[in-house]
C-alpha cells in the first residue's frame, strides 16, 4: 500500500512507551505534530522528553508503539524518515578540533553533497549561522556557548529537512544569545518548517510555540496553545504591592480601584513583611489606577509587579507541585540510585 506523503501530520507518535532497566522513562505517549508549527515538548528535567524525542529520530527504539515521520515509519521506512527529519540533541555534537567550516563541510559531506552543491550549501549555512570570518576559521571547542550552538543546529539542518528536532537548544545561553536563538527558530519555521523543541524553561514555551506539551513522569499531562492551557486553569492575573510602611487597612485603597475584583494580603517568604496580591481581569489594565490610588492615598511604594499566569501555574495545577520541586524529586531519587 502506498502511504500518503501529503499528510498534515508532520509527527505521529502512538502509544509510545520506554523503560530503562525498571524505569519508565516515556509511559504510553500518543502526540499528534501538525505540519508548520512550532510544538514545544515542556517538563522538568527527568520527564522524558529527550528520550522521546530520541525515539523520534531514530537515536532509540520504543518498547511499544509507533513513530512516523510525514506518513513514513521511522523504524520500517528509516532512510525516507531520516531525509524528512533534522534532529539537533541536547548535547553538542561537534568535532572539537575542527573549524566551523571544516565541521559544517564534514555535515555537508556525510549528508552527500560534493563539488558545487557542497560549496553552495556552504555558504548558504555560513548566511545562516551569522558568524564572522574569525569566528568560523576559529575550532569548535574556542566558540563560546551561543555560537556553539549554532553551529550545532546547522549540521542538524544542513540536509535542509521539513522538521526541525532540536532538544533544550537554548539551555546554558544567556538572554541575549537565548534571544537571538528564539530569532532563529521563528525564521526557520516561517521558512516553512515544522519545529519541535523541548524545553524545562516555562518563558521559553510561552513565547516561542504555537502549541505546547507538558511532560511529567513519562506521560503528556496536558497539550493545547499556551493561551488555551493558561485559560484552561483559570488563575487570576494579579499585581503584587509592596508598601514601604504597609498597614493591613491599606488594602481599603485597592479595594475601591476600577478593575479591581479582591485584595489578598500576604506575608513576604523572605522579608515578613506584609503585602498586597490586588486580583485584577487584566493586570495591564488595571496596573495605572492602582499605581494612581497609591499616590492619592499618599503611601509610599517600594515595589509593583504585575503576576500574570503562566505555564508554570499550568504546571503546577496539572501535577500538584511546581516545575522546581519536579527537578529536585529527580535529582534526589537519581542520588538515591546511586547510593545503592
Ligand atoms: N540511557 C538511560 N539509561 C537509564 N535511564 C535513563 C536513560 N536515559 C534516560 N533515563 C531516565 O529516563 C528518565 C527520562 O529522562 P530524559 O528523557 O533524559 O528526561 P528529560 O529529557 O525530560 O530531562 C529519567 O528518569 C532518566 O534518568
Ligand atoms: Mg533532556
Known sequence: MERSRTTDQAIRITNVTKRFNGCLAVDDVSL????????????????????????????????????????????????????????????????????????????????GFVGAALEERIDEMIAYMGLDEDALNRNTVHLSGGMRRRVNIACGILHDPEIVLLDEPTAGLDPQNRFELWKLIRGMNEEGKTVVLTTHMMDEAQELCDRVAIMDKG????????????????????????????????????????GVQG????????????????????????????????????????SIEIIEPTLADVFLKMTGRSILEAEMETEEAALAEEAV
Request: with cysteine.
Open 219 to 258: 506521560k503528556i499531562v496536558a497539550l493545547d496553545t499556551p493561551k488555551a492551557l493558561i485559560d484552561f486553569i483559570d488563575v487570576q492575573a494579579a499585581v503584587r504591592v509592596v508598601l514601604q510602611e504597609p498597614m493591613p487597612e491599606h488594602a481599603a485603597i485597592f479595594e475601591l480601584t476600577d
Open 32 to 111: 499528534i505534530v501538525q505540519r508548520g508549527e512550532i510544538m514545544g515538548l515542556l517538563g522538568p528535567n527527568g520527564a522524558g522528553k529527550s528520550t522521546l524525542t530520541n525515539m523520534v529520530c531514530g537515536l532509540l527504539t520504543p518498547d511499544e508503539g509507533t513513530i512516523s515521520i510525514l506518513g513514513y515509519d521511522v523504524f520500517r521506512e528509516r532512510n525516507k524518515a531520516k531525509l524528512l527529519l533534522g534532529a539537533v540533541p541536547q548535547d553538542i555534537v561537534l568535532y572539537p578540533y575542527m573549524t566551523v567550516i571544516e565541521n559544517i563541510k564534514f555535515f555537508g559531506v556525510m549528508n
Open 263 to 302: 485584595v489578598v494580603q500576604e506575608v513576604d517568604p523572605e522579608t515578613h513583611e506584609l503585602r498586597f496580591k490586588v486580583l485584577v481581569g487584566d493586570a495591564n489594565e488595571a496596573l495605572p489606577g492602582i499605581v494612581s490610588a497609591t499616590m492619592n492615598a499618599g503611601v509610599r511604594v517600594k
